[in-house]
């Protein structure tokens, strides 16, 4: 059947929203204010595994988005709590596409802080789970093939954030820090340069030279870097990285979990900061895991440069992300950028209704509903929907419009309750300004253009004069994509999935900059109360359990057929791995959530290489007999080949659980020795 027409037929089974529900209010209701010029501080960090079974769905891509049957890489929160004057505020780069206000607000509740102290955010992967999220779209069809709100997702999300929150703090230590600036011009695109072009006053950007195609110099190239260590002996405590992109290389065909971009960059660095305490006389480092989060920016048009959409590409656009970060560091290090023990700090945080908001001005209100345009639907240049086959990118009829919308053609008939007013999207919202030394950082809960992130950056620096500014985006909830003005005129998909108008932009800058005048005069206005999280009221589309949680499935012990089946080869050019064919338990009951699941051992059973880095892709198939049939391919890179060298290995299942899974031993320099994967295997090996 046609999917537009699957899509209709379905609506009136996805909707059925029942009255308001209401977030969780702070206790207690003003969170302690977090303003420390020049004072010691404290930083802990923790990673929070937050990989769910294969089944749940993905989501980012819209209707095109799939469930998923296996895992590429771990998904991670790592948290960075930093403590003044004994309050806190933890700053969390998560591998979630996007975070809704419910989920901040659980991981709140359960780590006993105020939502106001929490800056969670989203890296933006497009292979991170669905059916956590407050507003019935998203967690309806028009979100994902598979639609439904799991609060037992939301719950599983909280309780592993807040573990890592406590640990963190628990494990903080004296600190100090440093700031990194410096640019990175070859790893994006603007992939709208005909809505770029509109506006008035573009954003700097580098120039065009010789035949460099305009979307290549229509970006930004900022790039910061947060550096930690400890005070007493100078050893790497983490890394927070920001940078505009869209890190979405993997298409929508893709059903692995994964962090892609943002998650392959984290983990060189990580790798870098342990090799840098390990030459720091490592006995002496009291933070044994250092850790490297990157929080995306205004990233709404921002492409990586990616042709084929693979996972060896998106390899390697993660290290080349990562490579750049380091070259900020040494410019750094090699300009005695100095670290400071005593950084002024602040942050200030506010709630606020998008819709119908005149707090910018009059003239700049925003919609009284949020609303969807069509060519939303179509998605964006590098990642179209199976919808664009049949809307094209030429704007559609004009009848379907709203006076305050303007431009934007919305949806018809029965679609258009799913796309917008009050029970589609939340409409109450949070941002924040954050400041740590001389940077300040506006938290925003969208993805904004270029030209909207620099408007905010503008309004962070008028009222915080000589400060560095950068937008902190996909902050402590999601309202889609905000474009400025200009932009919002030509409705391409930025714009069409601009939730509240065309005023949006301003709104957000406004309150942002007002946020930043704040820090240093708490009387100043504010379009709400300063420091305080309010119940405020959300709907959800129809609720089904999506989360394999394993009650109804057989438990590992009285499994019968689990157990090893088989091993092969494949050695294409460029490529060169090994799949190794398992029976193990259903999604929910297989060690997949364990810190480890699948790993490569030497024949004492230490591990060489585990599935917290890329070299794994592991994917559930069919039941099989009592148990179910899953492959795992392993493709090390020519480094982790080259550390294990002619060890004798396996590949093991259930690391870290009771009764582990062995392959038969092999050499990984003599993969001539084992059969070559037959087609089939091939296939269900993932290639």
Known sequence: MNRALTLLGALPLIWGCAGPKYMPASSPSRAAE???????????????????????ATFGHGPDALATNGVWTRLYCRVFWVESDRVP????????????????????EEAHLSPARIMLTATHTHAGPAHYFDGAAYSGLGSTEVPGFDPEMVTWLAKRIATAITKAAANSKPAELRWAHAEATQLTRNRDVNAFLRNTVPPEHPPCTGDIPLERCAIDPQMDVLEFRESTNRCPIGWLGFFAMHPTVLPASSRLLGADIFGVASRKLEASLRQQRQSLAPTQCEIDDPLAGIVNTNEADMSPRWTSGSIEEAKLIGRQ????????DRAAEKQSTPFDPKPSLAARYVEYPMQDNAYAGAAEKTCPRAALGVLSSAGASDHRTFLFNIL???QPD???RDACHEFKALFPGPIKKLSGGPKAFTSTVSSSVVRIGDTAIGFVPAELTIAAGAQVKRALKEQLPGTHAIVGGLTNGYIQYVATEEEYQRQGYEGAST?????????????????????SSPEGPLPGAADVATAAPYYLGPERARLPIGYDETPLSELQDRGARGLCSLTTPGLESVCFDFRDGAPGVAHSTYPRWIAVVDEQGRALLDDRGTAFRTVVHERAGDSWRWTTLVTPSREERAAIGTHRVRVVAGIDGQSPIYSAPFELVGLAQLPRCTPNEQVSCGL
Not at 38 to 56: L, M, Y
Not at 500 to 511: E, R
Request: glycine letters at 6%; one cysteine or more.
């Open 392 to 394: 094209g990118d030429q």
């Open 34 to 56: 977090f303003t420390s010029p020049r004072s010691e501080f404290k930083v802990g960090v923790a990673r929070a595994d937050i990989t769910p079974p294969p089944g749940v």
């Open 398 to 400: 004009p009848k379907h």
């Open 321 to 328: 992300l990562a490579t750049a970060f380091l070259d900020a």
């Open 499 to 519: 939730l509240f108008g065309p005023h949006s932009a301003a709104l957000l800058s406004a309150v942002a900059g007002d946020l930043a005048r704040n820090l």
């Open 89 to 108: 505020l933890a700053l969390i780069p998560c591998d979630l596409s996007a975070i809704s206000m419910l989920l901040q607000r659980r991981v709140a």
